[in-house]
T-cell receptor, first 118, second 114 residues
Framework: AQKVTQAQTEISVVEKEDVTLDCVYETRDTTYYLFWYKQPPSGELVFLIRRNSFDEQNEISGRYSWNFQKSTSSFNFTITASQVVDSAVYFCALSEAGGSSNTGKLIFGQGTTLQVKP | DSGVTQTPKHLITATGQRVTLRCSPRSGDLSVYWYQQSLDQGLQFLIQYYNGEERAKGNILERFSAQQFPDLHSELNLSSLELGDSALYFC?????????????FGSGTRLTVV
């Protein structure tokens, strides 16, 4: 069965600290996509990144970086030099895109609440 | 502005009532998705429509129903409301039927059942 686990419920850091949010997934498909979304206090869900199962290159976007490791079924997200504006709930999600799947259903983890204190 | 429009933003209603949540997808998007976000259940997929047809169904209660109209906007109808239906309901849209590229969410409708 498909599953996404974000074991860290809440993380609190002081501004400028680096922080890593963990995401572990389960799927039987060989083709799938992984996503991270951010939900700031205002409530909307903001797309951050997409990664397909055939691309294990790490990605860096400014202070954000993502580490995808198929061997451990993990897709971790690191914020370098965190800022107060990074305070939000972060969700990892999985989409199965191969085989007989022809839907757009995303399986979300429970989310990690990040609090960055000044 | 994500381009996905949800109305109303807030809704307060009594138990037993019926409400309709509305979603206009981003221009050009054919798929519409509905999700429920509650404190205890997290983000749960409810249903997907693609170009007017139901494509996938998730953990949607029988008291809930949805449809997508010819102009591609969608409505989620919630009836016989219970206190536990209080949640944030998100609509999202994408061009294709699969979520290969992820999708864009609206800002949500916060439903409070009292």
């Amino acid at each position: 069965a498909q599953k996404v686990t974000q074991a860290q419920t809440e993380i609190s850091v002081v501004e400028k600290e680096d922080v890593t949010l963990d995401c572990v997934y389960e799927t039987r498909d060989t083709t799938y996509y992984l996503f991270w979304y951010k939900q700031p206090p205002s409530g909307e869900l903001v797309f951050l990144i997409r990664r397909n199962s055939f691309d294990e290159q790490n990605e860096i976007s400014g202070r954000y970086s993502w580490n995808f490791q198929k061997s451990t079924s993990s897709f971790n997200f690191t914020i370098t030099a965190s800022q107060v504006v990074d305070s939000a709930v972060y969700f990892c999600a999985l989409s199965e895109a191969g085989g007989s799947s022809n839907t757009g259903k995303l399986i979300f983890g429970q989310g990690t609440t990040l609090q960055v204190k000044p | 502005d994500s381009g996905v429009t949800q109305t109303p933003k807030h809704l307060i209603t009594a138990t037993g009532q019926r409400v309709t949540l509305r979603c206009s997808p981003r221009s050009g998007d054919l798929s519409v998705y509905w999700y429920q976000q509650s404190l205890d259940q997290g983000l749960q997929f409810l249903i997907q429509y693609y170009n007017g047809e139901e494509r996938a169904k998730g953990n949607i209660l029988e008291r809930f129903s949805a449809q997508q109209f010819p102009d591609l906007h969608s409505e989620l109808n919630l009836s016989s409301l219970e206190l536990g239906d209080s949640a944030l309901y998100f609509c999202a849209s994408s061009v294709e039927a699969r979520a290969n590229y992820g999708y864009t969410f609206g800002s949500g409708t916060r439903l409070t059942v009292v």
